[in-house]
């Protein structure tokens, strides 16, 4: 199955968004796991900073008579101003000798009665301690008499984060540049969609017209019925196989179906007589160029198909009409259609005369080569009769031309490549 470039470029865009992810919650899990050093600290109760990198408050909430004595409600926060997270912390609160833990929150606690003291460690929603932060826990004490903490212990390790936060930020603006680039892509890929689609309507609209010429010129030549679509077909193979671009491609091929145009300007007796041409009928036949020239003169936007309409029957050696143009002053696209022109006419039965064998077409189109034809075109179509894509061409009009009455053009008539539809 064939995986079409904006499929590919999705699915790379998406891989490069879940590499990012999962790179920055990598790293997200390093900075909560890579312990720098542990922490030892008592820490002043009185809000004084005793310490460069914690500092910590008690208040008293309330404090009531019981039938043992007191009851204490204490509020504890721990502030944490250092460039560190600390991991894994207890806190220790020493209590008097006559004191006992009722109940605590915030944090778990147990009571040591041997050191004489509350050991606070966190819960599961505050393990860290993230630098310009604080956390907030408390208890209840029973005792003889009224007391307040004046310090505690506090014990930890330190994580440091700061190149992992960097890398984060680096991650971060990758994603915020991958998500403007990601938009500007699907944006870029609609635009592109939509023009395609212009086009191809443009193409529907141009192949309307075309199709009114041919059908005019198939109603007065039923002999060469099929006869431009061919040598369309096979200017644009010649071109592709030049290395000319799509665009010079297409246009070759509607300068192949519109090179006959200026036909339809023939009378009919002059253009079906079976006979020898006079002088006079020879110069009707001819002026045909002029009048495609003509005709064609306001398709401009088709860059080359008038000028091919024009002189597709100048001759190399500068003998041939309208204007005797020599050599590579011929238009391109008139000197390729020239040689396809031949070869069909060659190819084709006329009503003067049976078409000719293979090696006869050989024979006579390598006989004009540097004469009637461009050599460098020559050997091309020589090519394309060696290698049987001319008769892939006459298999595929076969059908239009016996059913003539079905014989009509459509975009699909004009492959991908020269129609610049690929996907």
């Given at each position: 199955m064939k995986i079409s470039k904006t499929t590919k470029l999705v699915t790379v865009f998406l891989s490069l968004f879940v590499i990012l992810v999962v790179a920055y919650y990598t790293l997200e899990i390093v900075a909560r796991n890579y312990v720098s050093s542990a922490y030892d600290e008592t820490v002043s109760l009185t809000g004084t900073r005793l310490s460069d990198e914690f500092y910590s408050s008690v208040s008293r909430a309330a404090t009531w008579k019981?039938?043992?004595?007191y009851s204490s409600q204490f509020d504890f926060e721990i502030y944490n101003t250092g460039k560190s997270n600390l991991s894994n912390w207890v806190v220790k609160v020493n209590l008097?000798?006559?004191?006992?833990?009722?109940?605590?929150?915030?944090?778990?606690?147990?009571?040591?009665?041997?050191?004489?003291?509350?050991?606070?460690?966190?819960?599961?929603?505050?393990?860290?301690?993230?630098?310009?932060?604080?956390?907030?826990?408390?208890?209840?004490?029973?005792?003889?008499?009224?007391?307040?903490?004046?310090?505690?212990n506090i014990k930890g390790?330190?994580?440091?984060?700061?190149?992992?936060?960097?890398?984060?930020?680096?991650?971060?603006?990758?994603?915020?540049?991958?998500?403007?680039?990601?938009?500007?892509?699907?944006?870029?890929?609609?635009?592109?969609r939509n023009y395609?689609?212009?086009?191809?309507?443009?193409?529907?609209?141009?192949?309307?017209?075309?199709?009114?010429?041919?059908?005019?010129?198939?109603?007065?030549?039923?002999?060469?019925?099929?006869?431009?679509?061919?040598?369309?077909?096979?200017a644009a193979e010649i071109a592709k196989r030049m290395g000319l671009s799509e665009d010079e491609i297409q246009?070759?091929?509607?300068?192949?179906?519109?090179?006959?145009?200026?036909?339809?300007?023939?009378?009919?007796?002059?253009?079906?007589?079976?006979?020898?041409?006079?002088?006079?009928?020879?110069?009707l036949i001819q002026n045909h160029t002029v009048a495609g020239g003509k005709m064609l003169l306001q398709l401009s936007s088709l860059r080359g198909v008038r000028e091919t309409a024009l002189y597709h029957h100048e001759r190399y050696d500068g003998t041939g009409y309208p204007d005797g143009l020599k050599g590579d002053i011929i238009p391109?696209?008139?000197?390729?259609?020239?040689?396809?022109?031949?070869?069909?006419?060659?190819?084709?039965?006329r009503v003067?005369?049976?078409h000719l064998n293979k090696d006869e077409i050989i024979e006579?189109?390598?006989?004009?080569?540097?004469?009637?034809?461009?050599?460098?075109?020559?050997?091309?179509?020589?090519?394309?009769?060696?290698?049987?894509?001319?008769?892939?061409?006459?298999?595929?009009?076969?059908?239009?031309?016996?059913?003539?009455?079905?014989?009509?053009?459509?975009?699909?008539?004009?492959?991908?490549?020269?129609?610049?539809?690929?996907?």
């Amino acid at each position: 199955m064939k995986i079409s470039k904006t499929t590919k470029l999705v699915t790379v865009f998406l891989s490069l968004f879940v590499i990012l992810v999962v790179a920055y919650y990598t790293l997200e899990i390093v900075a909560r796991n890579y312990v720098s050093s542990a922490y030892d600290e008592t820490v002043s109760l009185t809000g004084t900073r005793l310490s460069d990198e914690f500092y910590s408050s008690v208040s008293r909430a309330a404090t009531w008579k019981s039938v043992s004595g007191y009851s204490s409600q204490f509020d504890f926060e721990i502030y944490n101003t250092g460039k560190s997270n600390l991991s894994n912390w207890v806190v220790k609160v020493n209590l008097p000798s006559d004191a006992t833990l009722e109940n605590y929150w915030g944090s778990e606690a147990v009571y040591d009665s041997e050191r004489q003291c509350v050991l606070l460690r966190p819960t599961y929603y505050n393990n860290i301690i993230y630098s310009g932060e604080n956390i907030a826990f408390g208890i209840i004490v029973n005792s003889d008499e009224v007391f307040t903490p004046t310090e505690i212990n506090i014990k930890g390790y330190k994580i440091s984060s700061e190149m992992t936060d960097i890398a984060k930020k680096v991650i971060l603006i990758l994603l915020m540049v991958w998500f403007i680039v990601f938009v500007g892509l699907l944006v870029t890929r609609v635009n592109v969609r939509n023009y395609k689609e212009r086009q191809r309507n443009d193409v529907k609209i141009i192949l309307q017209s075309m199709n009114t010429f041919i059908n005019f010129i198939d109603a007065k030549d039923p002999y060469t019925r099929g006869h431009s679509r061919r040598v369309a077909m096979y200017a644009a193979e010649i071109a592709k196989r030049m290395g000319l671009s799509e665009d010079e491609i297409q246009n070759i091929y509607y300068a192949g179906l519109l090179h006959d145009a200026g036909k339809i300007s023939v009378p009919d007796a002059v253009l079906n007589k079976p006979g020898k041409l006079t002088d006079e009928e020879r110069k009707l036949i001819q002026n045909h160029t002029v009048a495609g020239g003509k005709m064609l003169l306001q398709l401009s936007s088709l860059r080359g198909v008038r000028e091919t309409a024009l002189y597709h029957h100048e001759r190399y050696d500068g003998t041939g009409y309208p204007d005797g143009l020599k050599g590579d002053i011929i238009p391109l696209y008139a000197r390729i259609v020239g040689v396809a022109d031949s070869y069909d006419a060659m190819s084709s039965n006329r009503v003067y005369r049976r078409h000719l064998n293979k090696d006869e077409i050989i024979e006579e189109i390598q006989k004009g080569s540097g004469t009637q034809f461009d050599p460098s075109i020559v050997k091309y179509m020589v090519d394309m009769i060696n290698d049987g894509y001319v008769n892939v061409v006459k298999m595929e009009t076969a059908e239009a031309d016996e059913n003539h009455e079905r014989f009509h053009l459509t975009e699909d008539d004009i492959p991908g490549v020269y129609m610049g539809f690929q996907q």
